[in-house]
């Protein structure tokens, strides 16, 4: 039994040094949008259809656990965004000094046709529901509903596309 632990530790380390080593070159403004989610798929991200998804420069997908986030059919998700996995809890704070803050791990889920514009920040674990589109510079911390046009860094609703 022990041995099998250090065995998935040592697969894990080796996948984060991968996908560590691939990340920046997910980013590259050298690539075309479909090369880089190409490569993220490679990281560990998980594509419904990866060659109908575009990904803009300097898109960053969680360095820790890509392999939870979920990218539906023909997805634009443009330069900039960044897709966080894991969050801060705060009401479970611990006494430890050493560890006083503790981060919990989730999945992002981005339905298909789904439009996600410059510089949003996705933040929480959340799911962005088929057929949103998310503005430029929006922060993301709740489920989007299917169909919803989102703005604003308070990502209000502005809109039922449907």
Same mark, same amino acid.
């Not at 996948?15 to 993220?40: D, E, F, Q, T």
């Not at 109908?52 to 998700?77: Q, W, Y």
């Not at 929006?138 to 509903?145: A, L, P, R, S």
């Given at each position: 039994?022990? @041995? $099998?632990?250090?065995?998935?530790?040592?697969?894990?380390?080796? =996948? =984060?040094?991968?996908? *560590?080593?691939? *990340? +920046?070159?997910?980013? /590259?403004?050298?690539?075309?949008? $479909?090369? !880089?989610?190409?490569?993220?798929?490679? =990281?560990?991200?998980?594509?419904?259809?990866? @060659?109908?998804?575009?990904?803009?420069?300097?898109?960053?997908?969680?360095?820790?656990?890509?392999?939870?986030?979920?990218?539906?059919? =023909?997805?634009?998700?443009? /330069?900039?965004?960044?897709?966080?996995? *894991?969050?801060?809890?705060?009401?479970?704070?611990?006494?430890?000094? /050493? *560890?006083?803050? !503790? %981060?919990? $791990?989730?999945?992002?889920?981005?339905?298909?046709?789904? %439009?996600?514009?410059?510089?949003?920040?996705?933040?929480?674990?959340?799911?962005?529901?088929?057929?949103?589109?998310?503005?430029?510079?929006?922060?993301?911390?709740?489920?989007?509903? +299917?169909?919803?046009?989102?703005?604003?860094?308070? /990502? !209000?609703?502005?809109? $039922?596309?449907?």
């Amino acid at each position: 039994m022990k @041995n $099998k632990i250090i065995e998935a530790k040592k697969i894990n380390s080796i =996948r =984060r040094i991968v996908s *560590h080593l691939l *990340h +920046p070159l997910a980013k /590259s403004g050298y690539l075309n949008g $479909k090369m !880089r989610a190409k490569i993220h798929k490679l =990281r560990g991200v998980q594509f419904e259809d990866v @060659n109908s998804t575009f990904i803009g420069e300097d898109v960053s997908i969680d360095g820790i656990h890509p392999e939870n986030v979920r990218i539906g059919k =023909r997805c634009i998700i443009t /330069s900039g965004t960044k897709i966080l996995t *894991h969050l801060l809890d705060t009401d479970m704070l611990s006494d430890s000094p /050493s *560890h006083y803050f !503790r %981060f919990y $791990k989730g999945h992002v889920i981005i339905e298909e046709d789904v %439009f996600i514009g410059l510089n949003v920040v996705i933040a929480n674990p959340v799911k962005i529901g088929k057929g949103s589109i998310i503005g430029a510079n929006t922060v993301i911390t709740k489920d989007v509903d +299917p169909g919803s046009l989102v703005v604003g860094g308070s /990502s !209000r609703c502005i809109k $039922k596309l449907f």
